[in-house]
């Protein structure tokens, strides 16, 4: 069984695999219970499972493990809690941009990437930025509007 | 490889213990999330608590700290149900809402308020608390009194704290109740706190679970594990009632850990490891037998037309509709077609059931845990009161979705087994086999009098029957269970008539005896299309008589919260007062046009108006929707923002359906099953929307769940007739079918190219 180090969260860690086609997502969510990402498609299609690999956002759900060594991951959980949440996570709190929440993690990884890149888009630019997600509950006018708080923050 | 081979300590990656202990309590073996949950979320034995929903500690339970746990029997599908019965709840106990805890959906200690469906939720779930709440406070007043040496009425329970309403030292509410139970009926002749002097109702206050779904902490039911639980994929047959053939079990073993679970036609892998099911799910060789049990979806709605009738049903008969469209002046007639949609929930469904001898813990995001409960024992041969089924979120579901039929995955797989079982389904899984909302036909005919009255209006639609009883479950099927097969897709007939004056009116309906596909409700049921045929059809009248589609409208309604909504959209969407189509040609190639619609859900509950300005390139057939403004009014309002979002989200995953949505399925199987074969609208594709929301403190409150999706597909519509002159009477209005509209109809509607 090969073992695959890489960084996650700001810490080194290592993880073993039969198979190193699995997807980042089985070994994040099982070996590293890390749940905020979420299984959706499998497909790459819908961007719920969307963390960041040297600070690109990347689907996990299609990253097998092997392309993780040696990399930096960063996963919702790495970017801000509760308490102490960073400024995307703030600002789509304080837009309540969320429904059922199950894609606002992905969403807000993409987010992330986008601002790190392009620290004032437009609202078209965000669109774009976020035309690879998926919200089923029609969140679309908070979301968008919390990315453009957070590019103020 | 199953265990897990982490180093690590859970603060190293970004989640506290303090995260941990908030949720769970325990915190654990080794490094695992297993206990990453709420304490009530776990199985425990039964707790003595109180169930009947005629006793107050059903609903409410007293601690010492001060604080009070709502239980409610409906279910919080990132609706904003828990934040919004707390403030009910708060209300009337005067007691601020941070005090205050909902547990929702759990059998083990949530008395059965029945499904969360047709917005109800707090119309009955909250009224329900409402009412325990306000039993509870009369209750709290007279130990207040008693500890207080003063008369019930001089007092009052503000902050935690009874005391006399004129000021002067109180008595908090944990002195006086602790964590003790009150051991009383609920009065329904309790007095509500006057609506006037709402302090907490009515207040904008955030959601308890949006910061945690935010940061990645919230616990969704597919972030649940036990200690020793497997993980299972269940392989589904390549057509609908389809029998299992053969297994090649060596076909996964290059596998580590996998197991094949075969009961029946019912197949599934399971594995310690997650990936390992996954993988071995893909390689499992299996031949099925071949079914052609469908239609086909082309042509959908001719097979509906001709399908066999089980039998008709008068809706609504006032007057003679046939005789007085006879002698109209003019006489107008359209036909509409909606088709077979999906919940599409974004996360497939999942489930974990834990069965031992005839009892079991069944963890699921069902929408009506109560009703899993009861089926799920009948059906798998279990002692009910030895069933709990516990809610954890999913994602959104806007109905039934797959998430009763997982949850009989795991049952059978557990019992089979006698381990734990996670199952989670895929993609795949969940939009082709999720129960679906129904295709729906309508013929509305309609007479105009010289001066454009609607002297008839006649409505004829074709539904699929519904037959009573429990939906049957996949896994039951397929194990060859016996067990109910019943057929629901909720009060799908509702709304088919006009809300506009007119003395003869009837709406027939031809229950069809064959459906397609397993029917399901799916947000607004029926209503959906309904209002979508009857709203175009008031645009087209509106057309033919030659005037405004408000002034059209305003002219034929006399009731003033109906006349409100339209005129406080009309004014804040800039409404110009004209007739369709729009005689100007828009920015460039693209056709620019506006379009509104109204309904009063169900004809007796939320008055919903709502305008869009859109913009069709013919070029493409692409309709761009730019801006939408609606106003609404539900009665009372419970919490503002979380109101607003769920109409936002209403309008906006309605304009999804009417643009893009329709499950297709060839003779064997649905083939829409990802988001390439069901896309569904996209970021680029947001409109900006603007939602109006009218407060009326004096009238009862509405849910609002589905309401303002009624109106959309008729809106959307009406600005395509207004931007180009085509009526688009089939939904989706995808760019091809656009396209093909433009180019064979477009000619002659006198608009200049």
């Not at chain 2, 073993?253 to 599934?268: E, M, N």
């Not at chain 2, 489930?351 to 798998?380: E, Y």
Request: proline share 6%; net charge neutral.
């Amino acid at each position: 069984m090969a073992s695959y180090a890489f960084r996650l969260n700001g810490r080194a860690v290592s993880a073993d695999s039969w198979d190193p086609a699995q997807p980042l997502l089985y070994v994040l969510r099982g070996r590293f219970a890390l749940h905020g990402l979420k299984y959706g498609c499998g497909l790459s299609q819908c961007g719920a499972c969307t963390v960041l690999m040297d600070g690109k956002a990347v689907r996990s759900c299609m990253t097998p493990i092997s392309r993780a060594a040696g990399r930096t991951i960063t996963t919702i959980e790495g970017l801000g809690t509760r308490d102490k949440p960073d400024r995307v996570q703030a600002a789509f709190i304080a837009e309540q941009a969320a429904q059922c929440g199950y894609c606002t993690s992905g969403m807000i990884m993409t987010a992330v990437a986008l601002l790190s890149t392009t620290s004032s888009p437009t609202i078209d630019q965000v669109k774009q930025g976020l035309a690879g997600h998926v919200c089923r509950c029609g969140t679309h006018t908070r979301i968008l509007r919390a990315v453009v708080r957070a590019s103020k923050a | 490889m199953a265990t897990p081979q982490s180093r690590l300590q859970p603060d190293t990656l970004g989640i506290s213990r303090r995260d941990l202990l908030k949720l769970g309590g325990a915190v654990i073996v080794s490094f695992a999330f297993e206990a990453a949950l709420p304490d009530w979320a776990r199985a425990q034995p039964a707790t003595g608590k109180p169930l009947d929903p005629t006793d107050v500690d059903s609903f409410l339970a007293f601690h010492a700290d001060g604080t009070v746990t709502i239980y409610t029997g409906k279910v919080d599908v990132g609706t904003g149900l828990r934040i919004a019965v707390a403030q009910m709840a708060a209300e009337e106990l005067g007691i601020p809402a941070q005090r205050v805890t909902v547990v929702d959906g759990d059998t083990g200690v949530c008395p059965d308020q029945g499904g969360t469906g047709g917005s109800t939720g707090l119309t009955r779930g909250g009224a329900d608390v409402r009412q325990a709440a306000a039993t509870a406070r009369q209750a709290l007043l007279a130990l207040g009194a008693t500890r207080l040496n003063r008369p019930i009425a001089e007092l009052t329970i503000a902050n935690g704290e009874v005391r006399p309403a004129a000021g002067g030292a109180g008595v908090t509410v944990a002195t006086l109740i602790g964590d003790r139970r009150l051991s009383l009926k609920v009065d329904a002749k309790a007095p509500l706190r006057d609506p006037l002097h709402y302090t907490v109702v009515g207040q904008p206050l955030p959601r308890p679970d949006v910061p945690d779904k935010c940061t990645g902490r919230h616990v969704y039911v597919h972030d649940f594990t036990l200690p020793g639980m497997l993980h299972a994929r269940v392989i589904r047959p390549n057509a609908i009632g389809a029998a299992l053939v053969s297994v090649d079990e060596s076909s996964v073993r290059g596998i580590p850990d996998v197991r094949v679970v075969r009961v029946g036609s019912f197949l599934a892998i399971v594995a310690p490891d997650e990936w390992a099911a996954v993988k071995a799910a893909g390689m499992l060789k299996a031949v099925w037998s071949d079914e052609q049990r469908l239609p086909g979806s082309d042509g959908l709605d001719r097979w509906t037309r001709a399908a066999a009738v089980d039998h008709d049903q008068t809706a609504i008969d006032r007057g003679d509709a046939m005789t007085a469209i006879g002698g109209a002046a003019q006489k107008l007639s359209a036909t509409y077609f909606w088709p077979f949609q999906s919940h599409a929930s974004l996360g497939p469904c999942c489930a974990v059931a834990d069965v031992r001898g005839d009892g079991a813990t069944i963890w699921s995001s069902s929408q009506g845990t109560h009703g899993l409960r009861t089926n799920l024992s009948k059906v798998f041969g279990l002692a009910p009161d030895k069933v709990r089924v516990v809610f954890l979120d999913g994602s959104g579901s806007y109905g039934t979705n797959g998430g009763d039929h997982v949850a009989a995955d795991a049952v059978l797989l557990s019992k089979t087994i006698g381990q734990p079982v996670r199952v989670q389904w895929t993609r795949q899984d969940e939009t082709g086999w999720d129960p679906k909302g129904p295709q729906q036909l309508l013929d509305i005919q309609a007479g105009l009098d010289a001066a454009g009255r609607i002297v008839g209006w006649a409505t004829q639609m074709w539904l699929p029957n519904q037959a009573p009883g429990a939906r049957a479950l996949l896994a039951a099927d397929a194990a060859g269970l016996p067990q109910e097969h019943g057929a629901g897709a909720g009060a799908i007939t509702q709304n088919g008539d006009p809300p506009y004056q007119t003395d003869h009116v009837r709406v027939l309906v031809h229950w069809t005896k064959e459906a397609p596909l397993q029917l399901s409700n799916l947000r607004a049921p029926g209503k959906i299309a309904n209002v979508f045929a009857v709203e175009s059809f008031t645009d087209e009248l509106a057309a033919a008589a030659g005037a405004d589609p408000i002034a059209f409208r305003l002219e034929r309604l006399t009731d003033p919260r109906a006349i409100e909504v339209i005129r406080r959209t009309a004014q804040a969407f800039g409404w110009q007062t004209r007739r369709s189509p729009n005689p100007r040609t828009g920015t460039g190639s693209l056709l620019e046009g506006r379009g509104m619609a109204y309904m009063r859900y169900k004809q007796a509950e939320n008055y919903v108006a709502l305008a869009m300005d859109v913009a069709v390139d013919p070029a493409t057939g692409r309709i761009g929707v730019r801006r939408v403004v609606c106003a609404h009014d539900c009665g009372l309002i419970v919490n503002p923002d979380a109101l607003k979002n769920q109409v936002e989200g209403c309008i906006v995953q309605t304009l999804s359906r009417a643009l893009h949505e329709e499950v297709t399925f060839d003779r064997s199987r649905v083939t829409s099953v990802d988001w390439a074969s069901y896309p569904v609208l996209r970021f680029p594709e947001a409109p900006q929307v603007e939602v109006i929301l009218i407060d009326r403190p004096d009238q009862p409150l509405l849910g609002a769940g589905e309401a303002a999706t009624a109106p959309v597909a008729a809106a959307l519509a009406n600005a395509v007739f207004d931007a180009t002159g085509v009526r688009l009477r089939t939904v989706p209005f995808t760019q091809e079918r656009v396209k093909a509209a433009l180019a064979t109809e477009r000619k002659g509607t006198g608009i200049v190219q």
